[in-house]
């Protein structure tokens, strides 16, 4: 069974940071892209940060520069650093592993207060 365990969400004040975790289960991890995506309320999901097997990785335009995504495939969890939040970077983020079928995670709340 597949499973994608996100943390490290919570509420924080705007140019504060925050370090998603994205624990997996049930798959090879070191084979598969991972992502992070975002919903805000009342927006389509979107994707913010992927890295793939071999370590390349693409960012949102809107979060080059403040965001880095990494992953440790010893203990088979992905992260997002994320600095210098803004308030549009309230939504849900959400874990997603692809490997010619994707899976998702439950998803973790972050708020940010301007």
């Known amino acids: 069974q597949v499973q994608l365990v996100e943390s490290g969400g919570g509420l924080v004040q705007a140019g504060g940071s925050l370090r998603l975790s994205c624990a997996a289960s049930?798959?090879?991890?070191?084979?598969?892209?991972m992502g992070w995506y975002r919903q805000a309320p009342g927006s389509s999901r979107e994707l913010v940060a992927r890295?793939?097997?071999?370590?390349?990785?693409n960012y949102a335009d809107s979060v080059k520069g403040r965001f880095t995504i990494s992953r440790d495939n010893a203990k088979n969890t992905v992260y997002l650093q994320m600095n210098s939040l803004e308030s549009a970077d309230t939504g849900v983020y959400y874990c997603?592993?692809?490997?010619?079928?994707?899976?998702w995670g439950q998803g973790t709340q972050v708020t940010v207060s301007s």
């Open positions: 997603n592993a692809w490997f010619g079928r994707e899976h």
């Open positions: 049930g798959i090879i991890f070191r084979l598969y892209t």
């Open positions: 890295i793939t097997s071999g370590g390349s990785t």
